[in-house]
């Protein structure tokens, strides 16, 4: 199996066409019906398990959910007209001090759950003048649309989608 490319060593280039708005909300809306379908029936103790000082499966799982803010956060960033859009906790210390392998995966996956529907809600409610703005991407240093933002966060999800399945075949 090919090694996953981490999260910051990642590259992108922002050139989505404008019409491809409601394919990225698809990808969106489905990743708590993924993350879900995932992790429904693993045991606690798979869900817990680390490699290493990595996060474990529900800690990746609970990441998702601590970022959801920051995503909230950018998307007015853009409704406001901002420049440049808000700098993420590059630590992740929020999901190291959160100790998601000690809260019920169900509680992680309902918020992450009612978070991201609020964040598509906001989205698909945007005007075009907003659509068609751009921002700083802050850690990339490069200009972003709303639609490329929402593009980088499915993109994210993604990321740890890929990192859950991993473990799942390490200790499954």
């Known amino acids: 199996m090919p090694v996953i490319i981490p999260w910051f060593k990642r590259e992108f ?14 990808r969106l809306r489905g990743t708590p019906a993924r993350l ?10 798979v869900l817990v398990r680390k490699e290493g000082d990595s996060w474990s499966i529900q800690e ?14 950018r998307v007015e960033d853009f409704a406001q007209g901002k420049e440049k859009l808000r700098t993420a906790d590059l630590t992740n210390r929020r999901t190291h001090e959160t100790r998601h392998n000690e809260a019920p995966l169900g509680k992680i996956l309902s918020s992450f759950r009612a978070a991201r529907a609020g964040l598509v809600s906001r989205l698909e409610a945007l005007d075009e003048q907003t659509l068609a703005r751009t921002a700083l991407h802050p850690r990339l240093n490069s200009p972003m649309r709303v639609i490329d933002h929402a593009f980088f966060v499915a993109e994210h999800d993604d990321h740890h989608l890929a ?10």
Do not use: C, K, Y
């Open 13 to 26: 280039s922002f050139d989505i066409p404008a019409g491809m708005f409601a394919n990225v909300m698809e």
């Open 36 to 45: 879900e379908e995932r992790l429904g029936r693993v045991p606690s103790q």
């Open 60 to 73: 990746n799982a609970g990441h998702l959910l601590d970022l959801e803010p920051l995503w909230a956060d």
């Open 163 to 172: 990192r859950i399945s991993e473990l799942l075949r390490l200790f499954t």
